[in-house]
T-cell receptor, first 114, second 113 residues
């Protein structure tokens, strides 16, 4: 089955710790995205990547970092510099440039930092 | 900066009734997407709208796009309880770094028996 996987589904961390969220896709998509969703709100773009070894900041990149070493993988690190990291994190992918940009979403990771 | 506004943000309706959700956006784009989100779950793609005047229907939902008015609508016909969810529109814009979506705030729909 083709799709996007995110792990873990739930993650609990203490304040001051860095944490890495996994996102893998086997759809052969070029583009990948990370969003944050807070309760009762829409999605806000953190980082996105159109090709391997390249990525751009979205609207709320401060306190986050990413890497894109493989086409299939786009991990997100939530650093201790992120002031309010508790949220629902969604990863998405799409076919990329010059193609229909419908984004397909993973199941999400719910991060709680105390 | 692109702004995407949905209204209403909250919608409570009775089964069997019709209603329309509106999505307005502030800059030129001819690509708009509608998604559904159930509580605690991820987003599911509903409609892909890629040109002015396009109308698409799936079951009790119908979506349209007017790029001149920068407006998309999601019309619900004869609502049923299973349609209760949050609905998001998202507008696709090109930047030098590639394509990215900007989402509306979402419309939380509750269909009551």
């Amino acid at each position: 089955d083709g799709g996007i996987t995110q792990s873990p589904k739930y993650l609990f961390r203490k304040e001051g710790q860095n944490v890495t969220l996994s996102c893998e896709q086997n759809l052969n998509h070029d583009a990948m995205y990370w969003y944050r969703q807070d309760p009762g709100q829409g999605l806000r773009l953190i980082y996105y990547s159109q090709i391997v070894n390249d990525f751009q900041k979205g609207d709320i990149a401060e306190g986050y970092s990413v890497s894109r070493e493989k086409k299939e993988s786009f991990p997100l690190t939530v650093t201790s510099a992120q002031k309010n990291p508790t949220a629902f994190y969604l990863c998405a992918s799409s076919r990329g440039r010059d193609k229909v940009h419908e984004q397909y979403f993973g199941p999400g990771t719910r991060l709680t930092v105390t | 900066e692109l702004k995407v506004e949905q209204n209403p943000l909250f919608l409570s309706m009775q089964e069997g009734k019709n209603y329309t959700i509106y999505c307005n956006y502030s800059t030129t784009s001819d690509r708009l997407y509608w998604y559904r989100q159930d509580p605690g779950k991820s987003l599911e793609s509903l409609f892909v709208l890629l040109s002015n005047g396009v109308v698409k229907q799936e079951g009790r939902l119908m979506a349209s796009l007017d790029t001149k008015a920068r407006l998309s609508t999601l019309h619900i016909t004869a609502a049923v309880h299973d349609l209760s969810a949050t609905y998001f529109c998202a507008v696709d814009i090109w930047e030098t770094s590639g394509s990215r979506l900007t989402f509306g705030e979402g419309t939380q729909l509750t269909v009551n028996p």
